[in-house]
C-alpha cells in the first residue's frame, strides 16, 4: 500500500532495480505487479526483460501487461514463445496477450497459431485458447469452436460460451442443439 502510494517518481526506479536484482524470485514479482500500476514508459523496457526470465509468475505478468497494451513489435518475439512455453499459468497469459493482439493487427500468423490450439494439446491450454477466442470475439475462429462445441466434452461449454460472445448469428443453431 505504502508503494503504491509513493509518487511514482520515487517508487517506479526502486520497483525497477527490484526486479532486475532483486534475489528473492516472489519479490521481483511483486515489484512487477506494482509497476504495472504506475503506467510508467520505463516498463515497457522492464516487460521486454522478464519475458526471458525463468521465473513463470514474472513471464505471467509481463504477458498480462502486453495483452493490455499491444504492440506490433513484439508480435515475433511472442510467437516465438508460444511455441516453447509450457508453464502451467503462463501460457494462458500468453495466449490471451496473442489473442488481444490479433484483434488489433489483423495478422494471419497469429489466427493460424491460435486456431491450430483449439484443436490440439492438454484441455487445460485448449480451453484457454477457447476463452481468449471468445472474449476477443475472434468471428475468424468460428467453424473451429462449433467443431469444439458439437463434441461432448469438458471443452464443449467453453466453446459454447466462446461463440456466445463473438455473437455470430450463426452459432444459434449450434447452441440451440445444445
Do not use: C, W
Amino acid at each position: 500500500r505504502t508503494v503504491r502510494r509513493t509518487a511514482s517518481s520515487q517508487a517506479v526506479p526502486a520497483l525497477i532495480q527490484t526486479v532486475a536484482g532483486h534475489t528473492d524470485g516472489y519479490v521481483r514479482f511483486r515489484a512487477l505487479v506494482l509497476l504495472t500500476g504506475f503506467n510508467d514508459p520505463r516498463a515497457l523496457d522492464v516487460m521486454r526483460d522478464a519475458r526471458s526470465s525463468p521465473n513463470d509468475r514474472l513471464r505471467t505478468v509481463t504477458y498480462g501487461y502486453f495483452e493490455r497494451r499491444p504492440d506490433a513489435d513484439l508480435v515475433d518475439d511472442l510467437l516465438a514463445a508460444f511455441d516453447r512455453e509450457q508453464g502451467e499459468f503462463v501460457r494462458p497469459s500468453l495466449v490471451r496477450a496473442l489473442a488481444a493482439y490479433g484483434a488489433v493487427h489483423d495478422d494471419p500468423r497469429i489466427r493460424q497459431v491460435l486456431l491450430r490450439d483449439v484443436g490440439r494439446g492438454e484441455d487445460y491450454f485448449r480451453g484457454a485458447v477457447i476463452e481468449a477466442l471468445g472474449d476477443y470475439r475472434a468471428a475468424y475462429a468460428y467453424d473451429a469452436l462449433v467443431a469444439v462445441a458439437r463434441l461432448d466434452g469438458p471443452l464443449q461449454d467453453d466453446a459454447a460460451l466462446a461463440l456466445g460472445k463473438i455473437g455470430d448469428k450463426r452459432a444459434l443453431e449450434t447452441l440451440a442443439l445444445l
